[in-house]
């Protein structure tokens, strides 16, 4: 499960990051997911639960924010919504020229909020 990973990666920086900072634990984890990373968010959401046992990140609330994915031709310029399945071919000239890839393939922490005591996550604002 490629979640899992990806999980136990993020879990093992912030923990890092905690330890370094003398945080008594973390409450929030802020992520960007790409549309295109291949992440399923339910999974990460089961993944990272699981690998936060035993860590100053466990209790901690992932916070996922998505990143749709965008694209420009490179002839013409046009931008748009690449979508799921991804759709790269320009929807004005249809060329051949080459496409860019703007956004949707982005997997990193945006901020970590630390826990004013161990295992006690933030309250859930509505």
Wanted: aromatic residues 4%; contains cysteine; proline residues 8%.
């Amino acid at each position: 499960m490629h979640e899992m990973s990806i999980a136990a990666a993020v879990v093992e920086q912030v923990d890092a990051a905690a330890r370094q900072h003398g945080a008594p634990g973390v409450a929030r984890v802020r992520l960007q997911v790409g549309e295109l990373a291949g992440v399923v968010p339910q999974a990460l959401d089961f993944c990272f639960e699981l690998a936060c046992a035993g860590t100053l990140v466990e209790g901690a609330v992932l916070h996922t924010e998505p990143v749709p994915a965008r694209a420009r031709c490179v002839p013409c310029d046009t931008e748009w919504a690449v979508g799921m399945p991804p759709d790269l071919g320009c929807p004005s000239c249809a060329g051949g020229g080459g496409v860019e890839l703007l956004s949707g393939r982005e997997l990193q922490i945006l901020d970590v909020e630390w826990a004013e005591r161990p295992g006690v996550p933030v309250e859930q604002k509505g």
